[in-house]
């Protein structure tokens, strides 16, 4: 029970730190490419990473083999995916908006679970995804805030943290955490960087004017540090320790922590119809992760009810 509990405490500190980080992402992709800040991002949480596994859990090393090298590309490559498509997204809409529509993924899950794992949803997480659905199309369609590319791209990172949380749940409790981690953390560095070298100036990260701005080195320093090392590393290792619903239904915070950060730090504004989406958007990734008692258990909760006003009866007599 403590292990849980503290696994849920820390999945609550990385939801957190993930809604509190879009506003300094979006201030440091002004000044530097998405790609190229994924990167860097990314390779220092490497760093950080491989140099703990080699200074204080070397042991860990010998349970590297194929099978954790490709788990751990496969969930690299979902995260690049996810954070590629942020990022980018975040060029195009604001703080608030990236944070609901990324914390959609959490209602995404229980649909590719249908696929994935042959586990069909239901009632609860159909009615979740039909509220969020409507709770998106109200903060991004209705009044002046349309429907932007930046919203589009987002959706796509969605997807990709969805088949994230999936994946992780398979993997955690079959590799060593540490290890799993740095190399989908690695994955991310390397494909960030290869596409920034692709689709982007990336000549512009060796002027250290940009590197070495507030706004850049900062966001660059606590998404390394927090966002990404320590984050992916906990949640690889206390996922293991709690339920599927309590990860997802955690994770719902993200947003919430999001909008409040934008809200405090960037001044941001929703109109009303945009804040009523984003309490359906809330509502909907909530009631889809609680947990319903299958009708076996309710019959026969039933029957016993029924067979304690009986025996209660015939007592009276």
């Known amino acids: 029970m403590k292990k849980q509990l503290f696994a849920d405490f820390s999945l609550?500190?990385?939801?957190?730190?993930?809604?509190s980080t879009f506003v300094l992402v979006q201030n440091a992709i002004a000044f530097?490419?998405?790609?190229s800040f994924n990167g860097i991002r990314f390779f220092?949480?490497?760093?950080l990473l491989g140099g703990w596994l080699f200074l204080f859990e070397r042991k860990q090393l010998r349970h590297l083999n194929k099978k954790i090298v490709m788990s751990g590309l496969f969930l690299g490559f979902l995260l690049f995916i996810g954070y590629a498509f942020q990022t980018a997204g975040l060029l195009y809409t604001t703080s608030s908006k990236a944070g609901f529509i990324t914390g959609l993924s959490v209602v995404m899950v229980?649909?590719?679970a249908i696929y994935l794992l042959n586990e069909r949803p239901g009632r609860n997480a159909v009615i979740g995804i039909i509220g969020a659905t409507a709770g998106l199309y109200l903060l991004t369609m209705a009044g002046t805030s349309g429907l932007t590319t930046g919203d589009g791209l987002v959706f796509v990172c969605a997807i990709g943290f969805a088949m994230h949380i999936l994946m992780t749940g398979k993997y955690a409790g079959q590799f060593p955490a540490l290890l799993l981690t740095m190399i989908q953390v690695s994955t991310v560095a390397l494909l960030s960087a290869i596409s920034a070298f692709l689709f982007e100036d990336w000549q512009s990260v060796a002027k250290h004017d940009i590197l070495l701005s507030r706004d850049v080195a900062a966001a660059l320093l606590i998404t390394a540090v927090f966002a990404t090392a320590l984050a992916f590393l906990a949640q690889t290792?206390?996922?293991?320790?709690?339920?599927?619903?309590?990860?997802?239904?955690i994770f719902a915070m993200e947003p919430v922590f999001a909008a409040v950060t934008a809200y405090v730090w960037a001044g941001e504004r929703l109109s009303f119809s945009a804040v009523l989406g984003c309490m359906l958007i809330f509502a909907g990734m909530v009631f889809a992760e609680l947990p319903r008692k299958p009708a076996a258990s309710l019959l026969k909760q039933k029957h016993e009810l029924v067979h304690e006003a009986t025996s209660n009866h015939v007592k009276q007599k």
């Not at 609550?12 to 809604?19: E, K, N, T």
């Not at 220092?44 to 760093?47: F, S």
């Not at 290792?237 to 239904?249: D, E, H, I, W």
């Open 12 to 19: 609550l500190l990385i939801a957190f730190v993930w809604g």
């Open 32 to 35: 530097l490419d998405p790609f």
């Open 44 to 47: 220092l949480a490497a760093i």
């Open 110 to 112: 229980p649909i590719f």
């Open 237 to 249: 290792s206390f996922q293991k320790f709690t339920t599927p619903t309590r990860v997802a239904l």
